[in-house]
Structure formats: structure tokens, C-alpha cells
């Protein structure tokens, strides 16, 4: 889930942290920034991952969660250990609920008969977009 990938470090010090308080998720991230924030800039942090959290839908999420951690453990643990297929496809329906962006880019090119132009405009495109 985005919110576990954006809030890693507090996720590792509580696996479940969507479910604490909103003074516990102050005192981490107070501890996780060593201090350097705030109290203002802690609490807006800890109200931005308050307000995410209560978006998210935990109760599919719990138990998938701990498929894949049990999937990864045994692949970290023994590279030849096999994973039940029954987790397998729990962990392929947990790649179906995550969020794919495609991005389209559409360019308007202008009416000229200089080639010039147009190669200039597509080695920009290239240069910074690839």
C-alpha cells in the first residue's frame, strides 16, 4: 500500500501504525526526525498520515499484508524454499489493487518546412524526457 511505501519508517517501529493514536504518531516521528522538525511541521506530519490512513481500507489490507511478509520471509530465509500457491495468488491480487499512472504527453508542433525545428524539439524531448 502507498501509505506503508511513503511512511516506511514509521510502519517498521509499528506494523500497525494506521491504528495509533495521534500523539503516539507525533512522539515516533518526533524520534524518527531526531528532533529536527518543529512541533508544528511533527504535527501536520502526523495529521497528513492521520487523514491518509482514515482513506485507506485496512481490513482487506491486514491480512494480504501478512501473506507477503510471510512470502518474503521464506524467499529471504532459503531461495529453493517454495511458497504455497494459495499465497501466491494472494500476493498477485494485492499487485491488482495497486494504483498504475500513465501519463500522455501530447505536443502541438508548429507549421514550419525547416526540419531544424523539428529535430531541435525532439532531442529536447529526448534529453529530458527518456
Known amino acids: 500500500m502507498g501509505i506503508e ?3 516506511e519508517d514509521l510502519f517498521n517501529l509499528n ?3 494506521q491504528n495509533m493514536s495521534n500523539e503516539d504518531v507525533k512522539n515516533k516521528l518526533k524520534t524518527l526526525t531526531q528532533g529536527q522538525k518543529s512541533d508544528r511541521v ?3 506530519m502526523a495529521m497528513t498520515f492521520r487523514s491518509l490512513c482514515s482513506y485507506a481500507d485496512w481490513s482487506i489490507h491486514e491480512g494480504q499484508r501478512t501473506d507477503i511478509n510471510n512470502i518474503n520471509e ?3 530465509n532459503d531461495e529453493n524454499t517454495s511458497v504455497p500457491i494459495s499465497n501466491i495468488s ?3 491480487k494485492i499487485d491488482d489493487l495497486k494504483m498504475n499512472l500513465h501519463y500522455n504527453i501530447q505536443i502541438h508542433l508548429p507549421e514550419t518546412t525547416n526540419m531544424a525545428v523539428y529535430d531541435a524539439i525532439f532531442q529536447s524531448l529526448k534529453k529530458h524526457l527518456l
Request: aromatic fraction near 6%; charged fraction near 35%; avoid cysteine.
Open 90 to 92: 494472494k500476493a498477485e
Open 42 to 44: 511533527i504535527e501536520q
Open 15 to 17: 506494523r500497525n501504525a
Open 5 to 7: 511505501d511513503a511512511y
Open 74 to 76: 521464506n524467499i529471504n
